[in-house]
């Protein structure tokens, strides 16, 4: 059984910085690929960024230069470390694993940008 578990949202003002980490558990090989989305209000869930077990990682335009995802490969952990946060970031961020053509999910971390 493959669990998901995020932490690290909460309220921040515009300009501001978070952390957010994803912890996995289970049963899960070397070879993985994680990802972090989001969901606003109202909004589809859309694809923050993604990064390989070798590190290779991916972006969507709207958080590039400003968000920055990371992997420590002994702890199954993944991070996303935000910076200059805007109201338009505000969602629910999740985490999320594939290997084999299977996906996991986590429950989800609100974040809120407002001043």
């Known amino acids: 059984q493959v669990q998901l578990v995020e932490s690290g949202g909460g309220l921040v003002q515009p300009g501001g910085s978070l952390r957010l980490s994803c912890a996995a558990s289970?049963?899960?090989?070397?070879?993985?690929?994680m990802y972090w989305y989001r969901q606003a209000p109202g909004k589809e869930r859309e694809l923050v960024a993604s990064?390989?077990?070798?590190?290779?990682?991916n972006y969507a335009d709207s958080v590039k230069g400003r968000f920055t995802i990371s992997r420590d490969g002994a702890k199954n952990t993944v991070y996303l470390q935000m910076n200059t946060l805007k109201p338009e970031d505000t969602a629910i961020y999740y985490c999320?694993?594939?290997?084999?053509?299977?996906?996991?999910w986590g429950k989800g971390t609100p974040v809120t940008v407002s001043s």
């Open positions: 999320r694993v594939r290997f084999y053509g299977m996906d996991y």
């Open positions: 990064i390989t077990s070798l590190g290779g990682t």
């Open positions: 289970g049963s899960i090989p070397s070879f993985n690929v």
